[in-house]
């Protein structure tokens, strides 16, 4: 385990709102609009989960995006996803796609099964000012190519971004300083993360329930970790057998102005963001790498 002298508390605990979102799809959002400040530099995150192919099937068709980056993590499922400059690629189980819309992209997220269980979580990170316009970017990353470590407790962890236990992340962003982590904890099984200083963060318990410092948060809750004075990370320790993932990001610091599916840092970036993509300005030159 990560060696931290002393933990965060959580602030608040947070449910989450029952949306529809894309075609019809049924979400559980639970990092919303109101909490972008706190949570600086993440946006948004969605918890889709269910058995009921009406409640994915009409998936997420062509829509925009500009100003920040989306990161779809597959829990169970199967999803294809293409874009405006020709890219495709399956995004399956236990995988990873990272998605950088820069000055714009046009791409679609859609089921490929029609039957069973689709379960995952979709995170919007913000961009800083000088790299909202960059060139598109995404990466698909298999089950396989996410770095996963087990711990002497019995946690297994899986590394998408930043850094845990001393294993580097699938990816690694220099300004915001992304961690993102899926943990799983067997019954009364302890786990620390270290955290950066004046990093915000939180962590959203999918399976079981887990406490930090006292505090019970239970499935399908966020708990949001305050920024103590002095704490150098976090430590969590299950109830009953549990999974969560946990979040922390450098915020930016910089002004925020959404609108729909495009995040800039003033009203006249969002007004030339809605007019580029009425020209079908917003998705040129988008490329993988």
């Known amino acids: 385990m990560d060696n931290i002298a002393h933990t965060r508390t959580v602030e608040r605990i947070i449910r989450g709102q029952a949306v529809m979102d894309g075609a019809g799809v049924k979400i559980n959002r639970v990092l919303t609009q109101p909490l972008q400040r706190r949570l600086d530099p993440f946006l948004m995150l969605d918890n889709f989960g269910s058995e009921q192919a009406n409640d994915y099937i009409a998936g997420f068709p062509d829509h925009p995006h500009r100003g920040f980056e989306t ?19 399956l995004l399956a189980s236990g995988g990873v796609q990272w998605m950088t819309a820069g000055r714009g992209v046009i791409h679609s997220e859609m089921p490929e099964q029609a039957e069973g269980l689709m379960e995952g979580f979709q995170l919007w990170l913000n961009l800083p000012a000088k790299d909202k316009m960059r060139a598109p970017w995404y990466k698909d990353f298999d089950a396989a190519d996410i770095p996963q470590v087990s711990t002497a407790s019995g946690a297994s962890v899986r590394v998408i971004a930043g850094e845990s236990q ?52 239970p499935a399908q809750s966020m708990a949001i970790l305050a920024n103590n004075e002095g704490a150098d990370g976090v430590s969590v320790q299950a109830g009953p057998d549990s999974r969560f993932i946990l979040l922390a990001g450098k915020p930016l610091n910089e002004p925020i102005v959404q609108y729909g599916p495009f995040v800039m840092n003033s009203q006249a970036e969002i007004f030339q963001a809605v007019e580029d993509f009425r020209a079908g300005r917003l998705g040129e030159e988008a490329h993988a790498v």
């Open 71 to 89: 990161v779809t993590y597959m829990l169970t499922g199967r999803m294809r996803h293409r874009d405006s400059a020709g890219n495709e690629g």
């Open 166 to 217: 001393g294993v580097a992340g699938a990816v690694q962003r220099e300004v915001t300083e992304p961690l993102y982590i899926d943990v799983e904890l067997p019954a009364g099984a302890a786990f620390s993360q270290a955290i950066g200083q004046g990093h915000n963060a939180f962590l959203y318990v999918y399976r079981g329930e887990v406490v930090v410092d006292g505090k019970a948060v």
